[in-house]
């Protein structure tokens, strides 16, 4: 496999923590999405993945983009150790949570919208900023009530066993500190995310760590 991505993509992140989970050796490509305008722009990357977005997975001869369609397929090939438990109704709350962070946070605040903002829009990086934050509030309001009350103790999402849900939650928990996101009010979503940010799997696939983040 072979996975292209940004060192401090939260999407491309969420897929390095999963490779990492389960084991699966993969090469890695960069394209760096603010150097000459962003390279995800140019011709060359736009003919593999048409979105312009990372990450973007290789597997044979097979391509495609999308983080969660990416996590899915590798709990599809590559089934152990799982990210999704066995029971139909606990695979649906996993999906609600991580859903909730890659469908209803992240879009609303990664790069190309935030540059609409201060670039066409002409607003100021302080609206910029006010817009991140309030989007990560509404979010965190949401899944910090979603998580169950043992959250805390277990270290997880959803029960003791890490998931897609941990998977998308850390990434976005970091985004939110570096945007300086006021956190007090998710006693549980810090808890999980200190307990997961421990983890190999998690600390060894941040993105300071990254060949691309020098």
């Known amino acids: 496999m072979q996975l292209t991505g940004y060192f401090r993509s939260s999407a491309a992140w969420r897929v390095r923590i999963a490779l990492a989970w389960k084991g699966v050796a993969y090469e890695t490509a960069f394209v760096h999405l603010t150097r000459d305008g962003g ?15 990372v990450p973007y997975l290789e ?3 097979l391509g495609f983009g999308q983080s969660l369609a990416m996590l899915e397929y590798l709990e599809e090939t590559h089934p152990e150790p799982p990210l999704l438990p066995a029971d139909p109704a606990a695979r649906a709350k996993v999906r609600e949570i ?10 609303l605040n990664n790069l190309r919208v935030l540059s609409h903002l201060t670039g066409r829009l ?10 991140y934050r309030h989007w990560v509030a509404v979010g965190f309001d949401a899944i910090e009530a979603l998580l169950p009350e043992t959250a805390a ?17 850390v990434p976005q928990v970091f985004n939110a500190r570096r945007f300086e996101c006021p956190l007090d009010a998710y006693p549980k979503i810090r808890a999980v995310d200190a307990r997961l940010s421990a983890l190999p799997a998690f600390y060894e696939t941040a993105p300071e760590g990254q060949p691309d983040a020098a």
């Open 98 to 107: 991580a859903l909730a962070i890659a469908c209803d946070i992240h879009p």
């Open 153 to 169: 103790e277990a270290g997880c999402c959803c029960g003791e066993q890490v998931s897609l849900a941990d998977v998308c939650l």
């Open 122 to 131: 002409g607003r100021s990086e302080a609206e910029k900023l006010a817009w």
């Open 39 to 53: 390279e995800q722009h140019g011709p060359a990357y736009r003919a593999k993945n048409p979105a312009g977005l």
């Open 59 to 61: 597997d044979g001869g």
